[in-house]
């Protein structure tokens, strides 16, 4: 093994949540190899998440479900990878696919799980310990560097000032006076069955908004009819619409600002730990145990125990599979609301505290 690479590459081109989730080994590896450069292929869509990141060298594009689709974007992104002569391969996805392109790209050094599902084509294998968190078992891939970190280490994002002025401009824009009193709502998911009820999120949201808080609704433009419909049913002053209006990096800097984010077990939990505000997540068909639960201190997770049914899938999925939901229907407004006044009344606790 190289003791000191000059040139890391990382190929992590899963979900954004996964991406955020390989930041703390980038992190652990920049410390430990700092003259290094350290490139990084990721998704079009998590290429704007990583940007300004001070332990990335470069982004490498790879646009596996578009333009470089197929055969041809294997073999057109692994020449890209090759001229760059790279010491050193750290490959945290385990896609068959992932594997073929790092073989392709003749890089000698080579590191990932023992799920891969290429492992074959890789001279450095790690064991994959499904009871460690993915943050943990991610910065274990750095054990074939004698590298190893005994603190948590959590991912950060750094948005620019640009999106730092645009939100300034979002909040003023909405006459969200309460700025030192927000709570960010992420009611969306890409699998139906990771979403809480919208009813429910609405009832939350207006209990919170009765209680004086400035309520935001996050996330993409695929949650945008979401958080209209929360935003149009919960009619409150205190409740704004954000969904679909906002880039990966600005959401991450609006969250920044929140005393707490509430949110399914999705991207922006993993945005929410970056940025060191608190989290409550809510877990329906998946489970903590997989590895995703927010890593921050003061994050909760609120689910459904003692269910047989429950893990019914890794991802989550489109409908229930018995047709019950009762992981997500069992989960009361009521419930998550006193989990989030707990957060809260222990943060301004520490913070006595820390003033004396």
């Known amino acids: 093994m190289i003791k000191t690479p000059k040139k890391i590459l990382v190929f992590q081109s899963a979900f954004l949540g996964d991406v955020v989730l390989t930041l703390p080994m980038i992190q652990v590896l920049k410390r430990n190899f700092q003259h290094a450069e350290i490139d990084v292929v990721t998704t079009p869509t998590a290429a704007e998440l990583l940007q300004n990141h001070p332990s990335i060298s470069n982004v490498i594009v790879f646009d596996k479900r578009k333009s470089q689709k197929g055969i041809r974007g294997i073999f057109a992104l692994s020449k890209i990878l090759r001229k760059e002569n790279y010491d050193l391969a750290i490959v945290p996805h385990r896609s068959f696919r992932s594997a073929v392109i790092i073989a392709l790209s003749k890089i000698r050094e080579k590191i990932t799980f023992s799920t891969s599902a290429g492992k074959v084509f890789f001279n450095h294998i790690v ?72 009813e429910r999120f609405t009832e939350l949201s207006v209990l919170l908004a009765e209680d004086g808080w400035e309520i935001v609704l996050i996330g993409g433009k695929d949650d945008a009819e979401l958080g209209r419909s929360i935003y149009e049913i919960g009619k409150h002053k205190n409740i704004h619409d954000a969904t679909g209006k906002l880039s990966l990096l600005q959401s991450a800097e609006l969250i920044g600002r929140c005393n707490v984010l509430i949110t399914n077990d999705s991207a922006p939990l993993h945005f929410g730990v970056a940025m060191r505000t608190p989290v409550v997540a809510i877990f329906g068909a998946t489970i903590p145990a997989f590895g995703f639960a927010p890593y921050g201190k003061e994050d909760v997770v609120v689910e459904t125990h003692g269910l047989e049914c429950r893990p019914c899938a890794i991802h989550g999925g489109d409908k229930c599979p018995i047709g019950t939901f009762v992981c997500m229907k069992n989960i009361e407004a009521q419930t998550v609301y006193e989990k989030v006044q707990e957060i809260v009344k222990n943060i301004s606790s520490e913070r006595r505290k820390g003033a004396k």
């Open 127 to 198: 064991p994959y310990i499904k009871e460690h968190h993915e943050v943990e078992r991610n910065i274990s891939l750095l054990a074939p560097l004698a590298i190893k970190t005994h603190k948590r280490e959590l991912p950060s994002l750094y948005p620019a000032l640009n999106e730092v002025n645009f939100v300034d401009k979002f909040l003023f824009e909405r006459e969200i006076l309460h700025q030192n009193k927000m709570i960010a709502v992420a009611p969306g998911s890409v699998w139906n069955t990771k979403r809480w009820l919208l």
